[in-house]
C-alpha cells in the first residue's frame, strides 16, 4: 500500500520560510523514480491548486505566484519529496497536500501552513 506522509507546516510570519517534506513508502525506488512529485494546496476556496510539479525528467512546473519564492525537489534513493517555501505571504495559507502521480494518483493526508503575524 502506498503511503505519503508529509510533514514541516506551521505557523510562520510574513516573509518567513517553510520546507515541507513528504516521505513516500510502498513502492520502491525505481518506481518512484518514474512518477511526477507534486505538492497542491486547498485554502479557502473549494478548489485544491495545482503548487508545484517536478517531474521524472527534471521538468519542473510552478503556479505563477509561487515562481521565484517556492522550490521543488526530490530525492529519489530516499522517495522523499520537498518544498521550500521562502518569502512567504498570507495568501500562501492552506493545507498543503503532497501527491505522486504515475499509473496511479495517490495523496497524502495534508499538512497546514499558515502564514500571519
Known amino acids: 500500500q502506498v503511503q505519503l506522509v508529509e510533514s514541516g507546516g506551521g505557523l510562520v510570519q510574513p516573509g518567513g520560510s517553510l520546507r515541507l517534506s513528504c516521505t513516500i513508502s510502498?513502492?520502491?525506488?525505481?518506481?518512484?523514480?518514474?512518477?511526477?512529485v507534486g505538492w497542491y494546496r486547498q485554502g479557502s476556496g473549494p478548489q485544491r491548486e495545482l503548487v508545484a510539479a517536478?517531474?521524472?525528467?527534471?521538468?519542473?512546473h510552478y503556479k505563477e505566484s509561487v515562481k521565484g519564492r517556492f522550490t521543488i525537489s526530490r530525492e529519489n534513493a530516499e522517495k522523499t519529496v520537498n518544498l521550500q517555501m521562502n518569502h512567504l505571504e498570507p495568501e500562501d495559507t492552506a493545507v498543503y497536500y503532497c501527491?505522486?502521480?504515475?499509473?496511479?494518483?495517490?495523496w497524502g493526508q495534508g499538512t497546514q501552513v499558515t502564514v500571519a503575524s
Open positions: 501527491n505522486l502521480k504515475g499509473n496511479a494518483n495517490y
Open positions: 510502498g513502492i520502491s525506488t525505481i518506481e518512484f523514480g518514474f512518477y511526477t
Open positions: 517536478l517531474q521524472s525528467g527534471g521538468i519542473t
